[in-house]
């Protein structure tokens, strides 16, 4: 594993190690990439290498081709939603924005497990073969760590190494009004909640809030259906390039994704849209 920073705030992986978190062979994952599933980044020295988010992403299309057995086109699609933006916002151009940054190695979780089962560092720090100072520096954040401590570690709390890396994703089931997380949009005059707090999900629900004048004027097109509903306001919809549909507070109307569309707020007040899009088609 390399570390791209004394704080532990970038890692990354080898084919070899991600291979080995994911329980299939080397192969496999480069084979998904030859696919056009994911491409992975490369080191100075050429060789594959992977941050966290990309090995969630890998775990993904783990789920997807091996455990539920979708084909490549099925595959591509549920992938699209991987960003942070659904496909309905901008279009398919969208994913071609800057990744997250890779998420930090919280320490604090190594000590709560500890703390959990009564054990002491010199307890912790005999059993993973490593020092008890290093432990304790581990604990606060302070060093870098390799693959094969974090594997022993992880292994002695019965936890895999994804399982002690931030963010960790609140899993609710009710999202309480208000309470939804904000999705950068990218588009001026457009807010967006998102309304649902599940990791793995097909629904993406979103509210969009559209000032006057607002919205996504490019014509684009994508995998999945769509669904709408005018909460407050008014709302304008093209498909095709020439079927308008002027919509109003309580209207609603649904499309196939692959439909070109565009959307704009036509009012002079502005508008909360629920939005409800499916990457996957019947």
């Known amino acids: 594993m390399t570390n791209k920073s004394e704080n532990n705030a970038e890692l990354y992986f080898s084919i070899n190690e ?6 299939v062979v080397p192969a496999t994952i480069r084979n998904w990439e030859k696919q056009g599933f994911f491409v992975a980044k490369r080191s100075s020295n050429a ?3 992977y941050s966290l988010e990309d090995i969630e992403t890998l775990r993904k299309i783990k789920q997807y081709s091996i ?3 979708m084909g490549s086109k099925a595959i591509k699609s549920l992938l699209m939603t991987q960003a942070s933006l659904p496909p ?4 398919t151009d969208a994913y071609d924005a800057a990744p997250a940054p890779s998420r930090k190695l919280i320490g604090g979780k190594w000590k709560l497990y500890r703390d959990k089962l009564n054990l002491t560092l010199e307890e912790v720090a005999t059993q993973v073969g490593i020092s008890t100072s290093y432990l304790s520096k581990i ?3 302070q060093a870098n760590i390799s693959y094969e401590i974090l594997e022993r570690l992880a292994t002695f709390y019965g936890e895999s190494v994804l399982h002690f890396f931030e963010p960790e994703e609140e899993n609710r089931t009710l999202v309480e009004k208000g309470t939804g997380e904000p999705v950068q949009a990218g588009i001026p005059g457009v807010t967006l909640e998102s309304l649902i707090s599940q990791r793995e999900h097909v629904l993406f629900p979103m509210m969009f809030y559209v000032e006057p004048g607002a919205g996504a004027p490019e014509t684009h097109q994508h995998h999945g259906e769509e669904f709408i509903y005018v909460v407050n306001g008014t709302f304008r919809v093209t498909l095709n390039y020439s ?7 309580g209207d609603s109307m649904y499309f196939k994704s692959t439909e070109f569309h ?3 707020n036509p009012g002079k007040k502005t508008s909360q849209i629920l939005w409800v899009h499916s990457p996957v088609e019947r």
């Open 88 to 91: 309905l916002i901008v279009g």
């Open 262 to 264: 565009n959307w704009t």
């Open 243 to 249: 079927d308008v549909y002027d919509m109003k507070t």
């Open 67 to 69: 455990d539920d057995k």
């Open 47 to 49: 060789y594959r290498i």
């Open 139 to 141: 604990e606060n954040g």
């Open 18 to 23: 991600v291979a080995k978190l994911l329980s």
